[in-house]
């Protein structure tokens, strides 16, 4: 891009018509639609549209000045591009240039021809076509109560930042190397506050997903894996398997260790229920009990 106006003037001229016409240039289609719909936002008179008013002027000045930057770098600006593209550079076909044609003239005649026409006050060329409510009814009001200046702000914005932007490229143009850095920097911030939601899904993910799955990792490592693994199925089967390898141990076919084990048992049921004062006597104990103590007896020796 750059110094493509020599090159290619019909682009040129069809592109500065629809930009023109974009910006809301006096006398073209695009300032009687754009200056209706800025000013009867104004027309209503609350607050909302208000905000929407002042919205909209801004929107018109950034429009004027991305257009007027997209012609200055594509058509006046110094040549960026090499040799062989600008050598190739020629006017689109006939298929191109008549939808070019046509809507270049609709966007200079139709507007100023057509205004009263299609939104002209008391206007009833759309008859009973389209309702509108009377509530909604505002053409009135935008026509006589909103100030001459409130109908020219948006004009007046778009042909400022016209002129500040030219200002720019054409005299101060070192400034803008010189804030390069720190425009970029702004622009990119502002690019990913945009771009990322308001950094909405940033607070969603950091403050609830975050905290939500950590919860659930240390439960599920704590409490799942942990307590409730050794406490329940592995510490149970551990349990289980180092008692019943100490019990087979005491299997070693030895009949002096045998009667070691019975005396052993004995001496320690004996001394077990005599010395007790909450276990049963003798004769209260029966079959059932005296096997278990054995058994307890046995799991002592063999720790």
């Not at 502002?190 to 609830?208: E, G, K, P, S, V």
């Not at 406490?231 to 349990?239: A, D, E, I, M, Y």
Request: aromatic share 18%; hydrophobic share 50%.
């Amino acid at each position: 891009m750059g110094g493509l106006v020599n090159l290619l003037p019909f682009s040129y001229t069809m592109l500065l018509i629809g930009s023109l016409s974009l910006m809301a240039v006096p006398f073209l289609t695009g300032y009687y639609s754009k200056e209706l719909i800025i000013s009867s936002a104004l027309g209503h008179y609350q607050m909302t549209s208000l905000a929407i008013y002042w919205l909209m002027n801004i929107s018109a000045i950034f429009t004027a000045c991305y257009s007027i930057r997209l012609l200055y770098l594509v058509f006046f600006c110094y040549p960026n591009g090499n040799r062989k593209s600008y050598l190739n550079a020629h006017e689109p076909s006939f298929v191109m240039i008549f939808p070019l044609v046509s809507l270049a003239i609709f966007s200079i005649f139709f507007g100023y021809l057509t205004n009263d026409l299609f939104i002209g006050l008391g206007s009833s060329f759309w008859g009973n076509s389209l309702f509108v409510h009377p509530s909604h009814s505002i053409l009135v009001d935008t026509e006589f109560n909103v100030p001459l200046w409130a109908k020219l702000l948006p004009l007046i914005g778009s042909l400022s930042g016209i002129v500040f932007l030219l200002l720019l490229f054409k005299v101060f143009n070192n400034l803008l190397v010189e804030l390069k850095p720190i425009i970029s920097l702004l622009g990119i911030s502002i690019y990913r506050f945009l771009n990322q939601a308001y950094y909405f899904d940033n607070f969603y993910t950091y403050f609830i997903v975050y905290p939500i799955l950590n919860f659930g990792y240390i439960t599920n490592k704590v409490l799942d894996k942990g307590v409730f693994e050794i406490v329940g199925p592995f510490g149970l089967t551990k349990l289980f398997i180092t008692l019943s390898n100490r019990i087979n141990r005491l299997d070693t076919n030895s009949i002096p260790l045998y009667a070691f084990y019975f005396i052993s048992s004995g001496f320690g049921l004996i001394v077990f229920i005599q010395y007790f004062p909450d276990t049963p006597r003798v004769h209260e104990v029966g079959p059932a009990q005296y096997l278990i103590l054995y058994l307890i007896s046995i799991l002592f020796i063999s720790i």
